[in-house]
């Protein structure tokens, strides 16, 4: 099988009902510069468990479509956007998901994930107190994860404090 043959099958491939490749690896900025954004076998695997046990049960309980702003990011796309080098995005086991579409707020989705399922990490991503501008969340495995809650906020020297939160 040819490259792009090959290529055109894995861009058509779901990783869970509502989640296709494509959206799991898009990138504007990685279009743009260039780089490439192809998740290894082991980082799809990774993918696919975070899409069945996060985003799909979550995505039920919304009842319609929630925005993923970032997915699977590959080191040299990490980089250039200026990501943790611990980001848990290069490996597969994070997502960005926001409330675009009005149907559900970034807080109700934080909240239900919080209080409903299993994961590794959860942050508050800026926002305010009532609502976050989105939110990240992860996922290893049963054994692994942390349930941890973090809330980010700019600090007034550029960078970013994290607090942990707690029930």
Known sequence: MHYEEKKGKVEKMRLSKHISYKEATRSITALRLGLNND?????????????EKIFEPLRTYVGGPIRINSFYRG??????????????????????IDDTFGVM???????WIQDNL?????????GDENNPDWVHVSYVDPGS????????????????NYSVITK
Do not use: V, Y
């Open 105 to 111: 707020s970034n807080s109700t989705m934080f909240n």
């Open 75 to 96: 080191p040299e796309l990490n980089k250039a956007i200026g990501g943790s080098r611990k980001s848990q995005h290069c490996h597969g086991q994070a997502m960005d």
């Open 39 to 51: 998740p290894s076998d082991d980082h799809l695997q990774n993918m696919k468990l975070l899409s």
């Open 118 to 126: 299993d994961f590794d990490q959860m942050i508050w991503e800026f």
């Open 145 to 160: 994860n942390r349930n941890r809650c973090l809330r980010a906020k700019k600090c007034s020297a550029g960078g970013t």
